[in-house]
């Protein structure tokens, strides 16, 4: 794949860092399942895994429109992506011989990235550049040599605060199941492996949960 594009990697027998093949393993999965689960939806007799999916779209649905209101459905398809995305990827750590791609710095990164451009485009789009440059001036013209200052750093922040949460999260997670596999090899790494599910599907709820508030902020009209 990399001689398509001519690139040269400095070592030929490990070409890819591990965190990019988990992330190809990780879309693969998600596009063979969806692929799967498509030519099985039925509305008559839907299957174990159509209900919990419509139990997640269901979820990802009434939140969105929570923290953004009537018409936040329109977002939940890339709600949905980063979600899943992300929980597979937590989740991909569990199985022997994987690694957890978002227990590297860059991954939650590429994703904070991604959320952070969304919600900017979609604000743009909502109000227009001049209207949605407007928030960043504050309440009162008077106010804002202070408040620009203060909104791009607080905008600038928050994919920083993304990545931090979800990558220091999984990294610590990933090396204290590492640390009992090898001082306790049976029974006691399962609690600590259960314990790295829960964090795994918290952790990709939060990272959700935030990019819908910022949506949110971004889309919303003053009154």
Request: one cysteine or more; proline letters at 6%.
């Amino acid at each position: 794949m990399l001689g398509l594009f001519n690139v040269h990697a400095a070592n030929a027998a490990r070409p890819w860092a591990n965190f990019v093949t988990m992330q190809i393993v990780v879309a693969l999965i998600l596009v063979v399942l969806f692929a799967v689960l498509r030519s099985r939806l039925s509305p008559d007799r839907p299957g174990k895994a159509q209900h919990i999916f419509e139990l997640i779209y269901n979820f990802l649905r009434g939140t969105s429109e929570e923290q953004i209101g009537h018409h936040g459905s329109r977002y939940v398809a890339f709600f949905g992506t980063i979600f899943l995305f992300i929980l597979f990827a937590n989740l991909l750590g569990i199985i022997p011989g994987f690694e957890s791609p978002t227990m590297f710095p860059y991954v939650p990164a590429g994703c904070a990235l991604a959320a952070f451009a969304y919600y900017n485009v979609m604000g743009v789009k909502e109000h227009g550049v001049g209207k949605y440059l407007a928030h960043f001036v504050g309440p009162m013209p008077l106010l804002a040599p202070l408040m620009i200052p203060i909104e791009l750093i607080s905008h600038m922040a928050r994919p920083l605060s993304l990545t931090i949460r979800l990558f220091a999260n999984m990294y610590a997670g990933e090396q204290v199941t590492l640390v009992f596999l090898g001082l306790v090899p049976l029974v006691v790494p399962v609690a600590f492996m259960g314990l790295h599910v829960f964090v795994s599907i918290l952790q990709a709820y939060i990272f959700t949960l935030l990019t819908m508030i910022y949506v949110g902020a971004a889309v919303a009209h003053e009154h």
